[in-house]
T-cell receptor, first 112, second 110 residues
Framework: KAGVTQTPRYLIKTRGQQVTLSCSPISGHRSVSWYQQTPGQGLQFLFE???????NKGNFPGRFSGRQFSNSRSEMNVSTLELGDSALYLC???????????FGPGTRLTVL | GDSVTQMEGPVTLSEEAFLTINCTYT??????LFWYVQYPGEGLQLLLKATKADDKGSNKGFEATYRKETTSFHLEKGSVQVSDSAVYFCALYTGNQFYFGTGTSLTVIP
């Protein structure tokens, strides 16, 4: 069974640009969560989607948004990038929200 | 609010030493508790979990017991190997979302 895949694996952007990250969950998983991982803050929850609906949202500004498609694939978008957005963005999937989460390898975003 | 506090790192141990990584939590209700491990350049992998008080999760020689009276879920391993070098994250799930600790980096030297 294929694991969670995230594309691209690495991204370099400049301040003010926007970026879209993609996550394909494990087959049969309908819940997708996104996290931002930084050395100082650890993992911080961004949002969770289940059956194309945002179920929960963390404490991030409105520049961070996401969506989920009917095939459970998910995208997150960050607009007007700031230097502080440089981080590893992790996606995790589970069959349903209360189930164990399985993580992808992450997308490393660097904002210059 | 709900949160997880885990032992600050980094931790450096010699091969075959005993490992303890402390984790305590604050949560309302009855959360599920997890340990995840992150190897260099990879995402997080579930190491073990416990869903109710007094449950013991175990995997690959690692163990952790869900202690409701002390709100703790400490990770232990009797004899670490070089291949255990990684970052370990304690996490809780409240039924609403996951909360992760900041991670503890472990380096095992031969």
């Amino acid at each position: 069974k294929a694991g969670v895949t995230q594309t691209p694996r690495y991204l370099i952007k400049t301040r003010g640009q926007q970026v879209t990250l993609s996550c394909s969950p494990i087959s049969g998983h309908r819940s997708v969560s996104w996290y931002q991982q930084t050395p100082g803050q650890g993992l911080q929850f961004l949002f969770e989607y289940f059956s194309e609906t945002q179920r929960n949202k963390g404490n991030f500004p409105g520049r961070f948004s996401g969506r989920q498609f009917s095939n459970s694939r998910s995208e997150m978008n960050v607009s007007t990038l700031e230097l502080g957005d440089s981080a590893l963005y992790l996606c995790a999937s589970s069959r349903v929200p209360t189930d164990t989460q399985y993580f992808g390898p992450g997308t490393r975003l660097t904002v210059l | 609010g709900d949160s997880v506090t885990q032992m600050e790192g980094p931790v450096t141990l010699s091969e075959e030493a005993f490992l303890t990584i402390n984790c305590t939590y604050t949560a309302t209700g009855y959360p599920s508790l997890f340990w995840y491990v992150q190897y260099p350049g990879e995402g997080l992998q579930l190491l073990l979990k416990a869903t109710k008080a007094d449950d013991k999760g175990s995997n690959k020689g690692f163990e952790a017991t869900y202690r409701k009276e002390t709100t703790s879920f400490h990770l232990e391993k009797g004899s670490v190997q070089v291949s255990d070098s990684a970052v370990y994250f304690c996490a809780l799930y409240t039924g609403n979302q996951f909360y992760f600790g900041t991670g503890t980096s472990l380096t095992v030297i031969p």
